[in-house]
């Protein structure tokens, strides 16, 4: 395994090196921007594994369930990579801090925390969240560390954000989540009927349907981003993150304009989702991302 790490941003006091795994669905400017390094999950197609965005991306994931090919899967980074990422890390950084996806999706959490027991200075974090939810409070965690906070300190804030990320996504097809055994055949005949399309937010660190709305893609898209916004006074207006998969022609700018209708962010960002919401969501996925006071 070979990992390639830097020391940029380097503040007065303790240098500390801030990583994810690839759940967190950030940009590759943002972590450029952030020097943030990411640890991949495996994704399974066909009973081989690939690394998340290095060998396998999620149009390549699209492309085989398209022609046919059962649903790909992931599974977590196990507890000896860790270990070889952290050792790695460790050797060019006083302090590591790890943030994962929720400990309710996956063994990351785990898996990273005892891989932290063997050496000093790496701090793991539980998101509590998935996709740039997750994201949200890496870049938090990459600001406190550009800013000279203590690790322990930037720990400490870190797991008081987590209760207060809004993450939740519109599934335009339940044919996914139909495949892969999260709703039944009929529930998705239905929904395919009558032109539902759920609402999926994380709660408490685990998924649930909360919401459901009706007609077109575009139509829903306007009223989920309308209800989760609208007479809000309790935006954290820094930035709000677009994040999907592959969606027609015209649906960003339409989130864009809705979104700018009823709050006024400093900073709207798209993303794509990375292999492990394309693997159980699928194409015409997209949620809005923010952080709330």
Known sequence: ???????????????????????????????KQYDIFIVPLSVIMDGKEYKDSIEIQPDEIFSHVAA???????????????????????????????????SEFSACYQNACTAAQELDHVYVVDSRNLSSGHGHVVVEAAKMAQAGMDPAEIVAQLNELTARIDASFIVDHLDYLKKGGRCSAAAAFGANLFNIKPCIAVIDGKMDVVKKFRG?????????????????DDLVLERIFITHTPVDDGIIPLVREEIAKYAKFDQVIETTAGCTVSCHCGPHTLGILFIRK
């Not at 046919?68 to 801090?97: P, Q």
């Open 1 to 31: 395994m070979n990992v390639t790490l830097s020391r940029k941003g380097v503040v007065k006091g303790m240098s500390i090196k801030i990583s994810a795994d690839s759940t967190c669905d950030l940009s590759p400017e943002l972590l």
């Open 68 to 102: 046919g090919g059962e649903l790909c899967t992931t599974s977590a980074v196990n507890v000896s990579d860790y270990i070889e990422y952290f050792t790695e890390m460790r050797k060019s950084y006083d302090a590591v801090i790890h943030i994962d996806i929720s």
């Open 216 to 232: 077109s893609f575009e139509k829903c898209l306007r009223e989920y981003i309308r209800t989760s916004l609208e007479g809000r």
